[in-house]
């Protein structure tokens, strides 16, 4: 299993708070990635880092923020949650793009905005 | 818009059955196809195809990519209720650091 490691697994909290999920991984991979899982969606990219300091966004990227400061480590951070947050997210890292690596995925993290 | 489409949505047979997924897509500039199983927690990696016609194999699950028809099919031959799993289709854009999800296929094996 690649070594990536989700936390919290689970979280609840109200409207209005701020949040941070921290994806950890120990494959010194490159690519770095959040994704959020909905029924009828499937998986959606909220950002993305292709190296320390060096972050993009996804197609469903607005209410989230993201930092990198170390190779092994890619925050996620609601400013200020709202109940259309309520979801699954999953990071996933990859080692390359140009050599066709696929992407592997931690465990996720079920957050619940009340 | 980039849209890769997975059929059936659900699908429920029984304990030695083979079962043929389906992935179809449009996308601008593919470079690969993916597919992963999910099951309680994070997706897995099952496969990925960048050529046509090219069969990938891995035990009793086979996968093959048609790039001229724009989709892909997942076979599992005797089934097993540990396949039972959410799979799913994944496409790869070429010039962009993404992937772009089907809705994927919940399969449930009863015995």
């Known amino acids: 299993d690649a070594g990536i490691t989700q936390s919290p697994r689970h979280k609840v909290t109200e409207t209005g708070t701020p949040v941070t999920l921290r994806c950890h991984q120990t494959?010194?991979?490159?690519?770095m990635y959040w994704y959020r899982q909905d029924p009828g969606h499937g998986l959606r990219l909220i950002h993305y880092s292709y190296g320390v300091k060096d972050t993009d966004k996804g197609e469903v990227s607005d209410g989230y923020s993201v930092s990198r400061s170390k190779t092994e480590d890619f925050l996620l951070t609601l400013e200020s949650a709202t109940s259309s947050q309520t979801s699954v997210y999953f990071c996933?890292?990859?080692?390359?793009?140009?050599?066709?690596?696929?992407?592997?995925f931690g465990d996720g993290t079920r957050l619940s905005i009340l | 818009e980039d849209k890769v489409v997975q059929s059936p949505l659900s699908l429920v047979v029984h304990e030695g059955d083979t079962v043929t997924l389906n992935c179809s897509y449009e996308?601008?500039?593919?470079?690969?196809l993916l597919w992963y199983k999910q099951e309680k927690k994070a997706p897995t990696f099952l496969f990925m195809l960048t050529s046509s016609g090219i069969e990938k194999k891995s035990g009793r699950l086979s996968s093959i990519l048609d790039k001229k028809e724009l989709f892909s099919i997942l076979n599992i031959t005797a089934t097993q209720t540990g396949d039972s799993a959410v799979y799913l289709c994944?496409?790869?854009?070429?010039?962009?650091?993404?992937?772009?999800f089907g809705q994927g296929t919940r399969l449930t094996i009863n015995p």
């Open positions: 996933a890292i990859s080692e390359s793009i140009g050599d066709l690596q696929p992407q592997h």
């Open positions: 994944a496409v790869s854009i070429q010039g962009a650091q993404k992937l772009v």
């Open positions: 494959e010194n991979h490159r690519y």
């Open positions: 996308v601008t500039n593919f470079r690969s």
